[in-house]
Antibody, heavy 120, light 108 residues
Framework: QLQLQESGPGLVKPSETLSLTCTVSGDSISSSSYYWGWIRQPPGKGLEWIGSVYYSGSTYYNPSLKSRVTISVDTSKTQFSLKLSSVTAADTAVYYC????????????WGEGATVAVSS | EIVLTQSPGTLSLSPGERATLSCRASQSVSSSYLAWYQQKPGQAPRLLIYGTSTRATGIPDRFSGSGAGTDFTLTISRLEPEDFAVYYCQQYVSSPFTFGPGTKVDIK
């Protein structure tokens, strides 16, 4: 059974870089059928798609965050990662990793989420 | 960017009642590219419906989706206690993939 687990620091200082990793278990991250994505949810608010990565390393990002986001994949470790630079308090959120289809990007498997606060 | 609007913001109903949730898109969305999720407090969202009307694995048949163009609907035929949650629609026809603001279904 596929499982995703986010990991990373729960507290990041303003202007620094937020880094999170999602570990995939129970299935191959190298499947040609899926993209792997990051989604975030600020406290008490809705969901925002951040970006996605294919096992080949191909990526696409939300234009609203594109200048600050890097998503990468390490198939040998069955992990994919998120880096968000120059963070502010507005980046405080629960960050989820999830699996999406290659042709139809609905998100069928989610991690439990990682809470990240931006504060000095 | 396709903007999704959901209504109502909150729906107050009793167990056993029928819930009808609306999702409207700012431009036409092919029916293959609209999904619904359920989220309970402190939990990750769970996929309910994709392709407008196809239930995800393990989703009971009291959940159904319909719609076309810019107007989509999630219907819960008879609310069970575990159905009280927030529901989001999502379009994945074009990047950036966007979610609606959510409809909260709470107990009346």
């Amino acid at each position: 059974q596929l499982q995703l687990q986010e990991s990373g620091p729960g507290l990041v200082k303003p202007s620094e870089t937020l880094s999170l990793t999602c570990t995939v278990s129970g299935d191959s991250i190298s499947s040609s059928s899926y993209y792997w994505g990051w989604i975030r949810q600020p406290p008490g608010k809705g969901l925002e798609w951040i970006g996605s990565v294919y096992y080949s390393g191909s990526t696409y990002y939300n234009p609203s965050l594109k200048s600050r986001v890097t998503i990468s994949v390490d198939t040998s470790k069955t992990q994919f990662s998120l880096k968000l630079s120059s963070v502010t308090a507005a980046d405080t959120a629960v960050y989820y990793c999830a699996r999406g289809g290659y042709y139809y990007f609905y998100l069928d498997v989610w991690g439990e989420g990682a809470t990240v606060a931006v504060s000095s | 960017e396709i903007v999704l609007t959901q209504s109502p913001g909150t729906l107050s109903l009793s167990p056993g009642e029928r819930a009808t949730l609306s999702c409207r898109a700012s431009q036409s969305v092919s029916s293959s590219y609209l999904a619904w999720y359920q989220q309970k407090p402190g939990q990750a969202p769970r996929l309910l419906i994709y392709g407008t009307s196809t239930r995800a694995t393990g989703i009971p048949d009291r959940f159904s989706g319909s719609g076309a163009g810019t107007d989509f609907t999630l219907t819960i035929s008879r609310l069970e206690p575990e159905d009280f949650a927030v529901y989001y629609c999502q379009q994945y026809v074009s990047s950036p993939f966007t979610f609606g603001p959510g409809t909260k279904v709470d107990i009346k």
